[in-house]
């Protein structure tokens, strides 16, 4: 069984997916598998994917038949994958070296089942815009004002999904309304106020 499952839809974010991917292999973590599901109809980017692939053999490719969008491709990864940890990251956003290490070791150090971290911001060409520290959350009612959880930078025990929980099927703001659903089941979110985790604001991002 390998240690951690990242998840990572494709769709349309061609000239981030080397950065990204080029950053989880980086990783100095390395018992990871990579589930890239591809989400697009339009295949012309495919046989680029299949080359990154090549890559290293941790990396496994789903194509969706359809456009289902990111939260359900993501549901499809996790039914996939076969870690113990689920890691989420999308396709223009990036990981520093030491993310899966740090994380993991304060995961299991404390027992928590989902995690999440601080993060910059950058705009397209990489220049920090700003930065987002983590906090914890106990109760949904301390998330309902805003979603202030960065999706790349959550960590959550596999375990987590076998009481039903999944991505809502939106075009945004998915990953907002799991978060309040795990935090309503009593789960709590707990922060690792550390910057692991570059977000990129582009213009075509949902967020």
């Known amino acids: 069984m390998c240690y951690a499952s990242i998840i990572l839809p494709y769709y349309k974010k061609r000239i981030f997916i080397e950065d990204c991917i080029k950053s989880i292999l980086k990783q100095t973590f390395k018992k990871f ?19 990154l692939i090549r890559l290293d053999k941790r990396i496994k490719l789903i194509i969706n038949k359809k456009n289902l969008g990111a939260g359900e491709s993501r549901n499809i990864g996790i039914k996939s994958s076969k870690g113990e940890y689920i890691c989420f990251l999308d396709a223009d956003d990036f990981w520093k070296k030491n993310k899966l290490d740090k ?13 999440h971290t601080s993060y910059e911001i950058v705009d397209e060409n990489k220049k920090i815009i700003g930065f987002r520290k983590a906090r ?7 998330l309902l004002p805003s979603c202030d959880i960065g999706l790349s ?3 959550i025990k596999k375990k987590i999904f076998q009481n039903g929980f999944k991505f809502a099927n ?3 703001k998915e990953d ?6 795990v935090l309503k089941n009593g789960f709590k979110i707990y922060s690792l106020d550390k910057n692991l ?11």
């Open 136 to 142: 914890m959350f106990s109760n949904y009612k301390e």
């Open 33 to 51: 598998e990579i589930l890239i599901i591809y989400d697009d109809e339009d295949k012309k980017d495919l046989s680029f994917i299949k080359q």
């Open 170 to 172: 939106l075009k945004t």
């Open 153 to 155: 930078t959550v960590i």
């Open 197 to 207: 985790t570059t977000w990129t604001k582009s213009k075509n991002s949902l967020s």
């Open 103 to 115: 994380q993991i070791s304060f995961m299991k150090k404390n027992n928590y089942f989902i995690s």
């Open 176 to 181: 907002f309304v799991l978060w309040l659903e």
